[in-house]
């Protein structure tokens, strides 16, 4: 199985290459500047800190359910660009942009009307609560920029144009952190803002994001450059095949955003510095798994092309070469990480127990670093892109909510271990999705061509 995982040649180096170093570039910036961000918040104390963080838990949810809506229809985007049909992708993004704009509505909705309900899922009442409320007011409007910019850039990645929306998050980042930097402590005669500031830096950067996909689709004349007209809906029986193969993906994502979710209420029950350490390796974790999430998305977007042109040994040989790397920069990211982690937790201003905490979770984190590459290459990368959703979908939430969240709840709330070994008991869950996951890639019944379904 691996004799030629290994073996790349020139041409699948030089595409593989093209579509995932943008990838990379876009999500290593994000993660570093997300860095800056919380040593920003970080400045103004473990309270400000841990507001944020939370609050941010709730968009978290709300982008991988706009996340899932962008990997379902990413499955079909790219095996209709293998087979060239770009009619078929613009009545994708037809019902992709319903899709968006509805959990848009009622995320932003709730947000907007009842922070207060928000912030009391993941914050006891108190100080970082209050801050929470100010800043989930603020932010919640920019979820229909992300709702319509997930689509658009979900479809110009699949026709493997990948460095646009690099291109777009890049610079919107850029927007938010020196925005940051003007709003939160008040610099060149604006006013010092703090928590309410950041939230301002957020929403602009989000606007600008989405405009910039926007521009670049229609002036270049993308394929995600529909016209009004061409976002209808298809006919029944295509938009129920549609359907069937999106919303388990959809599903899914929401199913393990709201899991992950309950990780952070059982740690927000743990006391601010616990939060606060938790938010530190999150921010950390983004750092050193941009590569991994770059290998992840490009494998779904070249084993879908070779799927939708039929041609399943190609897509085969592409997946076990995705996979290899993915492994393989695991490993390497693990040791990164434990090498480096007391620099990386120096640059945090926080206390000295968020910072002793962050030290000795981020060196379990190090070790597990590999087996959430497999996770993350074997379910999003490559399941998803042959159209194996509903496995994806069983697999994914029964090893979350059936294993990771009720021991995580049981070793925070009942037996009150410290964070760094409640910490421990998620790593379960995700040895027994790599194992499931594996015998599932090695028996091939995830390979469908979705294009000669529809056809």
């Not at 996909?213 to 993308?222: E, G, I, N, Q, V």
């Not at 798994?289 to 494998?299: E, F, P, Q, T």
Request: net charge positive; aromatic share 10%.
């Amino acid at each position: 199985m691996l004799s030629n995982a290994f073996r790349w040649d020139r041409a699948f180096t030089r595409r593989m290459l093209a579509v995932a170093l943008p990838i990379v570039v876009q999500n290593l910036v994000s993660a570093s500047l997300h860095i800056i961000d919380g040593v920003m918040i970080g400045q103004l104390g473990d309270a400000p800190y841990a507001a944020v963080t939370q609050a941010n838990r709730y968009t978290f949810v709300f982008q991988l359910f706009l996340f899932g809506v962008g990997s379902g229809c990413g499955i079909l985007f790219s095996q209709y660009w293998g087979k060239r049909d770009v009619s078929v992708m613009r009545q994708v993004m037809g019902l992709c942009l319903r899709l968006t704009l509805l959990l848009a509505t009622a995320f932003a909705g709730l947000a907007i009307i009842s922070p207060e309900t928000v912030a009391g899922l993941f914050l006891p009442r108190g100080e970082s609560f209050g801050y929470a409320v100010d800043y989930l007011r603020i932010v919640a409007p920019g979820y229909f920029f992300a709702a319509v910019d997930i689509v658009f850039a979900s479809c110009m990645k699949s026709a493997e144009k990948t460095h646009i929306p690099m291109l777009a998050g890049v610079t919107s980042i850029l927007l938010n952190t020196l925005l940051n930097y003007l709003l939160i402590y008040g610099k060149l005669g604006l006013p010092a803002l703090g928590v309410k500031g950041a939230a301002i830096a957020t929403l602009a950067s989000g606007f600008t994001a989405m405009a910039i996909d926007l521009a670049a689709s229609y002036r270049l004349r993308l394929p995600s450059a529909a016209r009004w007209h061409e976002l209808r809906l298809p006919d029944r029986a295509t938009l129920r095949r549609f359907l069937l193969l999106i919303l388990p993906v959809v599903a899914n994502e929401g199913l393990w955003s709201m899991g992950t979710a309950m990780y952070n209420v059982f740690y927000g029950r743990l006391g601010d510095a616990s939060v606060a350490a938790v938010g530190i390796v999150g921010t950390v974790d983004q750092l050193l798994l941009v590569l991994i999430y770059g290998i992840m998305n490009a494998s779904a977007i070249l084993v879908g092309g070779h799927l939708g042109a039929g041609d399943r040994d190609g897509a085969w040989l592409t997946a076990k070469r995705m996979m290899a790397a993915c492994v393989a920069c695991g490993v390497i990211m693990g040791v990164i990480q434990f090498v480096g982690r007391g620099a990386l937790i120096s640059i945090f201003r926080v206390s000295d127990e968020a910072r002793a905490l962050a030290m000795t979770i981020l060196a379990i984190s190090s070790f597990t670093i590999w087996l959430r590459a497999i996770n993350s290459v074997t379910v999003v990368g490559i399941l998803r892109s042959g159209g194996d959703t509903v496995f994806s979908m069983v697999l994914d939430t029964a090893a979350l909510w059936l294993v990771g969240v009720p021991l995580v709840g049981i070793a925070a709330m009942v037996w009150g271990l410290p964070v760094w070994q409640v910490y421990l008991f998620t790593i379960t869950e995700e040895a027994i999705k790599a194992v499931i996951g594996l015998r599932r890639f090695r028996s091939k019944k995830w390979m469908n061509v979705l294009t000669e379904r529809a056809a």
